[in-house]
């Protein structure tokens, strides 16, 4: 089974503070994602990598960076935390071939205060 | 650009049948996907479409209308576990990586 693991499951957080995300892969998947998913919004996409040290911007980059240094493990950096970045948090990988279905972590829930 | 719409919300009888409909705008079309999402946990994949027609897998089957721009979601004999949000995304042939776009989602409650 393909398990992807994200480091925490809730997370509170003061204004102004750097956080890091950090999301890690076994199935040695090319493509991994960071989303958000708010109420009414749905899942939208933050930034994504196609491979080691690639990174592209998805729907709603501003806020936010990204690492990915080794092929495993895609990381989330809000590097000033803001209220208005409390949400759930979601991480996912792909394989580069096939049909591409991507398979998602449980979620970081990230309170910002 | 894509746009994709779905329901917000639907409200079935266990036993019953539900559709959910999907209809879709993109540039290229590469693919589209549903997947099920129970409160507080992670998404995970349900069926795959990028050919015209019905795909079945046990109780759910998914539709596709590519000229139509335009899938569903059936869910037959539903169980109380079925209660949940679905969401339909899309890939476009210009997506580098396998990017999807996800619509908002529908939540589904069964009832008893």
Known sequence: DVKVTQSSRYLVKRTGEKVFLECVQDMDHENMFWYRQDPGLGLRLIYFSYDVKMKEKGDIPEGYSVSREKKERFSLILESASTNQTSMYLCASSPREGRGIQYFGAGTRLSVL | GQNIDQPTEMTATEGAIVQINCTYQTSGFNGLFWYQQHAGEAPTFLSYNVLDGLEEKGRFSSFLSRSKGYSYLLLKE???????????????????????????????????
């Open chain 2, 78 to 112: 539903l169980q109380m576990k079925d209660s949940a949000s679905y969401l339909c995304a899309v890939r476009d042939t210009k997506a580098a990586g396998n990017k999807l776009t996800f619509g908002g989602g529908t939540r589904v409650l069964v009832k008893p």
